[in-house]
T-cell receptor, first 112, second 113 residues
Framework: DAKTTQPPSMDCAEGRAANLPCNHS???????VYWYRQIHSQGPQYIIH???NNETNEMASLIITEDRKSSTLILPHATLRDTAVYYC?????????????FGQGTTLQVKP | DTAVSQTPKYLVTQMGNDKSIKCEQN?????MYWYKQDSKKFLKIMFS???????INETVPNRFSPKSPDKAHLNLHINSLELGDSAVYFC????????????FGSGTRLTVV
């Protein structure tokens, strides 16, 4: 089972920041938080990951609370093309031992 | 283009048939995966191979047999197809000694009639 809890759906106005929350209260010390998204009918796309520090890349920012029990993915200026299902996944970093377990994710609808 | 490519993109077949889905990655990754996404949109891992060796097998029926001829290819053969096998199958790859995310293919939509 997925180790994360996300709201099933969210709306965001185009051009505004989209803040997607994720709870992972049972995360262990060496597990990372990864975010992926799946745009309709396409394969999932990696967005960002972090361990305990906040992270930023060209796609998004990831804010992880100090106790690491929750995190927030921030899309700073959402566009219509950001409409997708967003998955928050907790996993070990090494693909030899970890595997991505997808939950239901959050369906983000960006509206004009 | 660097990518994970799957063929075919669509596959419609009758119950009882045997079919294969092919996957190739040119990213130089050493680990490849098969995921199944059912009609309820749940994505579930089926198999994982690292350097041609099976490392994850998630209690998938024996009718499903993955084959990795080299670390750039991971094919999925399905025997005696059943209606419940209808789903979208995604191939993915990653590099085991990095923290980089997985790269997924665009999926194969299998419909069993």
């Amino acid at each position: 089972d997925a180790k994360t809890t996300q709201p099933p759906s969210m709306d965001c106005a185009e051009g505004r920041a989209a803040n997607l929350p994720c709870n992972h209260s049972t995360i262990s010390g060496n597990e990372y938080v990864y975010w992926y998204r799946q745009i309709h009918s396409q394969g999932p796309q990696y967005i960002i990951h972090g361990l305990k520090n906040n992270e930023t890349n060209e796609m998004a920012s990831l804010i992880i609370t100090e106790d690491r029990k929750s995190s927030t993915l921030i899309l700073p200026h959402a566009t219509l093309r950001d409409t997708a299902v967003y998955y928050c996944i907790v996993t070990y970093g090494s693909s030899n031992t970890g595997k991505l377990i997808f939950g239901q994710g959050t369906t983000l609808q960006v509206k004009p | 283009d660097t990518a994970v490519s799957q063929t075919p993109k669509y596959l419609v077949t009758q119950m009882g048939n045997d079919k294969s889905i092919k996957c190739e990655q040119n990213l130089g990754h050493d680990t490849m995966y098969w995921y199944k996404q059912d009609s309820k949109k749940f994505l579930k891992i089926m198999f994982s191979y690292n350097n041609k060796e099976l490392i994850i097998n998630e209690t998938v029926p024996n009718r499903f047999s993955p084959k990795s001829p080299d670390k750039a290819h991971l094919n999925l053969h399905i025997n005696s197809l059943e209606l419940g096998d209808s789903a979208v199958y995604f191939c993915a790859s990653s590099q085991s000694d990095t923290l980089d995310g997985y790269t997924f293919g665009s999926g194969t939509r299998l419909t069993v009639v």
